[in-house]
């Protein structure tokens, strides 16, 4: 099937940066909308931010302007650069992508999260 792995989680203070990485792999004939969310413990996962295969991109309000999704389709790995962090950014970040497998089925894929934490 399809694998996502995420990388680039860690510990920042509050105004630094940082840059996830999501690399799938698999059966993979071609990849849709790929994806961040992130979750905290007792809240319901949420949108960050998302790209299409055209490069059509959308954000959370709260991450306008700070954050940026940006994708390789060559190499199936979608990005996301993180600026001027806050400590409510703190969260498990989790990729996503929607994938048509080699079989031309498709498939909504998770990643399994990575830990940002944003100190103050």
């Known amino acids: 099937q399809v694998q996502l792995v995420e990388s680039g989680g860690g510990l920042v203070q509050a105004g630094g940066s940082l840059r996830l990485s999501c690399a799938a792999s698999?059966?993979?004939?071609?990849?849709?909308?790929m994806g961040w969310y992130r979750q905290v413990p007792g809240k319901q996962r949420e949108l960050v931010a998302t790209i299409t295969s055209g490069a059509y991109t959308k954000y959370a309000d709260s991450v306008k302007g700070r954050f940026s999704i940006s994708r390789d389709n060559a190499k199936n790995t979608v990005y996301l650069q993180m600026n001027s962090l806050k400590p409510e950014d703190t969260a498990v970040y989790y990729c996503n992508a929607i994938v048509v497998l080699t079989t031309r089925s498709t498939v909504n894929s998770w990643g399994k999260g990575t830990l940002v934490t944003v100190s103050s």
């Open positions: 698999g059966s993979i004939f071609s990849i849709n909308d």
